[in-house]
């Protein structure tokens, strides 16, 4: 193992650890199966993440991003050795 695949290593985990946490801080939207069996009135409120959920949402989309990028970066890097 090189360097680079060391440190590439510990960058997924940690990014994987960060989208675990991020995604566990945030609200639940949904009311599980039973909104799904009688229906939800919160369609209405899509998209529309206020405060800190907000932020939450787009800190765990910019991990998923940067965790895609590095998971690539590996491939590509390993498959060139």
């Known amino acids: 193992m090189s360097a680079y695949e060391i440190a590439f290593g510990?960058?997924?985990i940690v990014i994987s650890v960060l989208i675990i946490i991020f995604t566990?801080?945030?609200t639940q939207k949904?009311?599980?199966?039973?909104?799904?069996i009688m229906g939800d009135n919160s369609f209405m409120a899509a998209?529309?993440?206020?405060g800190l959920d907000a932020k939450l949402?787009?800190?765990t989309k910019v991990c998923g991003g940067v965790f895609f990028v590095a998971t690539l970066l590996v491939c590509?890097?390993?498959?060139r050795l």
């Open 24 to 26: 566990l801080a945030q």
């Open 57 to 59: 949402a787009k800190v």
């Open 10 to 12: 510990v960058v997924l």
């Open 76 to 79: 590509v890097l390993s498959a």
């Open 30 to 36: 949904g009311q599980g199966l039973s909104a799904a």
């Open 47 to 50: 998209g529309r993440e206020r």
